[in-house]
């Protein structure tokens, strides 16, 4: 390994993590390294504008240079291989199936699966599809569609007599807003008896909607009100991770 580049790696991390301005002797001391390590290394990243300099207050951030490149390997990611070690995780820490959804016209997909300990047989497997309104994980997708899709749907789908699970527009509405403000979506039994279901919203390098996921567990299994927010919680980091992994920054919505 080489030690000059790993510090200068190491370097970037730090600049990142903290998301201000650095000083070198705040590098210096952050790195337990001199801080004439810490002025070459700098220098080098300057003149390609990976990291920039502050005239004024001598201090150091992240350049711009470093933006097409972030941008770049995010396109390299297929949103499956990024998703299948965060569902995996998902599954082992939850004890549940763990799914990726993603929107195709009026429907969620499914494209891919990881059966936790517990594994439910009967309830959605890969290429799996139905309407957007059912169920936690899809339900996330709709609510973070555009008014008019959402207008849209509501007219097309909903309001036909056949839809499936039945809802009223003005409820619909009325939960897809809670949704979005609030990150996640709840769902007990919506179209698997005695079943509660938990999704969270992943998005893409230009903080567009990539997709979902989410688990499904029988009622049973989920032992009141802490265990349901610990479940809750442990979707909404893993969805966080895997929208991170595709370059998502929170800062772009």
């Known amino acids: 390994m080489i030690q000059s580049l790993l510090r200068s790696m190491e370097l970037l991390e730090v600049l990142k993590e903290q998301n201000r301005n650095f000083s070198i002797a705040e590098l210096s001391e952050s790195m337990n390294l001199p801080p004439s390590t810490i002025?070459?290394?700098?220098q080098t990243f300057c003149e390609k504008k990976y990291v920039i300099r502050d005239d004024r207050s001598h201090t150091y951030r992240?350049?711009?240079?470093?933006?097409?490149?972030?941008?770049?390997?995010?396109?390299?990611?297929?949103?499956q291989d990024a998703a299948h070690p965060v569902l995996k995780s998902l599954s082992c820490r939850t004890k549940e199936d763990s799914y990726l959804v993603i929107p195709v016209e009026n429907k969620g997909l499914v494209i891919e699966k990881v059966d936790g300990p517990h594994?439910?047989?009967?309830?959605?497997?890969?290429?799996?599809?139905?309407?957007?309104?059912?169920g936690a994980i899809r339900k996330v997708l709709l609510a973070y569609q555009t008014p008019m899709f959402i207008n849209e749907y509501?007219?097309?789908?909903?309001?036909?007599?056949?839809?499936?699970?039945?809802?009223?527009?003005?409820?619909l509405r009325k939960e897809l807003g809670t949704i979005?403000?609030?990150?996640?979506?709840?769902?007990?039994?919506?179209?698997?008896?005695?079943?509660?279901?938990?999704?969270?919203?992943?998005?893409?390098?230009?903080g567009m909607l990539a997709g979902s996921i989410g688990i499904i567990a029988p009622t049973s299994r989920v032992e009141g009100e802490a265990h349901l927010k610990a479940l809750r919680e442990t979707v909404m980091q893993s969805a966080a991770g895997l929208s991170a992994d595709l370059g998502y920054a929170p800062q772009q919505l």
């Not at 240079?65 to 995010?74: D, E, H, S, T």
């Not at 594994?119 to 059912?134: A, I, P, T």
């Not at 979506?185 to 079943?195: K, L, Q, R």
């Open 39 to 42: 002025h070459r290394i700098l």
């Open 62 to 79: 992240l350049g711009p240079a470093l933006i097409p490149l972030g941008k770049a390997a995010a396109r390299g990611i297929r949103l």
């Open 119 to 134: 594994h439910l047989r009967v309830v959605e497997e890969f290429g799996y599809e139905m309407y957007l309104h059912c």
């Open 154 to 171: 509501i007219k097309t789908i909903i309001e036909r007599d056949h839809a499936f699970p039945q809802v009223s527009p003005d409820k």
């Open 180 to 206: 979005r403000s609030s990150g996640y979506a709840i769902t007990y039994g919506e179209y698997v008896n005695d079943a509660v279901g938990i999704g969270a919203p992943v998005f893409n390098a230009e």
